[in-house]
């Protein structure tokens, strides 16, 4: 039993030199932002103040924040944390506590938010299709631009110990394992874990911690579209703007979802995506492979499958599994030595 059960991803904060060059490339990237008091913040077409947050400085990831579903949750995990309940100070209002995570990441759990009017997002047009004829007598006519974000959908994190970071983050929050994904059999390199909303749907992944060979940082944040035509037609505008793609388009097989990835000016990653799975609590975990992470049902190949002599995902698998296995090994020791 969880302390409370968050209701979803709110927002991601970083900070960044130029707030000027942010702000093009968020709005090339389907965001639309406005400074206050200093910081951009950057929101979607689903109504929420915000879900992107960018302060003047050095390039970082700052904060993952999360929706708690009411004020009365976030005095719950106060009280039991031991900190305060605090005024958000952002577009919106509402409160947040402000805790770190076993790695050091900031975790921000807000609630009490003020809605914004959601704007209506493109309609979602007639298709034909083999079985079905749905679009007769109309024609096909997109509007070249930046795709319409709706809403932030995932963080995936790398964090230094897996098992460590998952029970923190399970136990406060009520996050439910999608998927678990082994390097090797038995050795663990992350998972993708969803909210509990009970009955109520909810994306196949919220929250994606994985240990790579690698310190711990920030691996993305995604971000919905309206629909398939909408992520295309925003790769071709990002493509067009110059930006930096970095892995898609594609369909990635655990969540299901068509992905299209690029990099903020700093390098920091963000994703696009459009039709993932929704599940509900009753949907039970499985174990999938680290070739089944890296792979795609369609799509552009990762970019570490992508040169000439490409590793097989075989091989990055063992090679992962290798790492994480001397790993655990040296902090088993570490730890019996310190007993
Ligand atoms: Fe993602």
Same mark, same amino acid.
């Given at each position: 039993?969880?302390?409370?059960?968050?209701?979803?991803?709110?927002?991601?904060?970083?900070?960044?030199?130029?707030?000027?060059?942010?702000?093009?490339? =968020?709005?090339?990237? $389907?965001?639309?932002?406005?400074?206050?008091? $200093?910081?951009?913040?950057?929101?979607?077409?689903?109504?929420?103040?915000?879900?992107?947050?960018?302060?003047?400085?050095?390039?970082?990831?700052?904060?993952?924040?999360?929706?708690?579903?009411?004020? @009365?949750?976030?005095?719950?995990?106060?009280?039991?944390?031991?900190?305060?309940?605090?005024?958000?100070?952002?577009?919106?209002?509402?409160?947040?506590?402000?805790?770190?995570?076993?790695?050091?990441?900031?975790?921000?759990?807000?609630?009490?938010?003020?809605?914004?009017?959601?704007?209506?997002?493109?309609?979602?047009?007639?298709?034909?299709?083999?079985?079905?004829?749905?679009?007769?007598?109309?024609?096909?006519?997109?509007?070249? $631009?930046?795709?319409?974000?709706?809403?932030?959908?995932?963080?995936?994190?790398?964090?230094?110990?897996?098992?460590?970071? !998952?029970?923190?983050?399970?136990?406060?929050?009520?996050?439910?394992?999608?998927?678990?994904? !082994?390097?090797?059999?038995?050795?663990?390199?992350?998972?993708?874990?969803?909210?509990?909303?009970?009955?109520?749907?909810?994306?196949?992944?919220?929250?994606?911690?994985?240990?790579?060979?690698?310190?711990?940082?920030?691996?993305?944040?995604?971000?919905?579209?309206?629909?398939?035509?909408? +992520?295309?037609?925003?790769?071709?505008? =990002?493509?067009?703007?110059?930006?930096?793609?970095?892995?898609?388009?594609?369909?990635?097989?655990?969540?299901?979802?068509?992905?299209?990835?690029?990099?903020?000016?700093?390098?920091?990653?963000?994703?696009?995506?459009?039709?993932?799975?929704?599940?509900?609590?009753?949907?039970?975990?499985?174990?999938?492979?680290?070739?089944?992470?890296? @792979?795609?049902?369609?799509?552009?190949?990762?970019?570490?499958?992508?040169?000439?002599?490409?590793?097989?995902? $075989? +091989?990055?698998?063992?090679?992962?599994?290798?790492? =994480?296995?001397? /790993? /655990?090994?040296?902090?088993?020791?570490?730890?019996?030595?310190?007993?």
């Amino acid at each position: 039993m969880s302390l409370i059960r968050i209701e979803d991803i709110a927002h991601v904060r970083f900070a960044a030199p130029d707030l000027a060059q942010m702000r093009a490339f =968020l709005e090339d990237f $389907g965001l639309v932002s406005s400074d206050v008091d $200093g910081r951009l913040y950057a929101r979607g077409t689903d109504g929420r103040p915000f879900v992107h947050v960018t302060e003047k400085g050095s390039p970082a990831f700052l904060a993952l924040g999360l929706r708690a579903r009411n004020i @009365a949750d976030l005095e719950t995990l106060a009280a039991v944390e031991g900190v305060e309940v605090e005024d958000l100070g952002a577009p919106g209002g509402g409160k947040v506590v402000r805790l770190l995570d076993p790695d050091g990441f900031l975790v921000e759990v807000v609630a009490g938010q003020a809605q914004l009017e959601a704007a209506a997002p493109p309609p979602e047009p007639p298709r034909n299709s083999v079985s079905r004829h749905e679009r007769l007598r109309k024609l096909v006519r997109l509007t070249a $631009g930046p795709a319409h974000v709706h809403r932030i959908g995932h963080c995936v994190l790398n964090v230094s110990d897996f098992r460590k970071s !998952e029970a923190w983050y399970k136990a406060r929050f009520g996050f439910l394992t999608s998927d678990e994904i !082994e390097a090797a059999p038995d050795v663990t390199l992350g998972a993708f874990m969803r909210c509990d909303r009970g009955d109520r749907p909810a994306d196949h992944h919220t929250l994606f911690l994985a240990q790579l060979p690698q310190t711990p940082c920030f691996l993305h944040a995604a971000f919905e579209v309206a629909n398939f035509d909408d +992520l295309l037609l925003g790769h071709q505008y =990002l493509k067009a703007r110059k930006r930096t793609a970095a892995w898609g388009v594609g369909r990635h097989i655990m969540g299901s979802q068509i992905f299209d990835y690029w990099k903020d000016p700093w390098g920091h990653e963000l994703e696009h995506w459009t039709d993932g799975d929704l599940l509900t609590a009753d949907d039970p975990p499985n174990k999938m492979t680290m070739q089944d992470l890296l @792979a795609v049902q369609w799509g552009t190949p990762n970019p570490m499958f992508e040169g000439k002599v490409a590793p097989s995902p $075989g +091989l990055v698998a063992f090679v992962a599994a290798l790492n =994480l296995r001397i /790993r /655990r090994l040296f902090r088993r020791n570490l730890k019996v030595k310190s007993a």
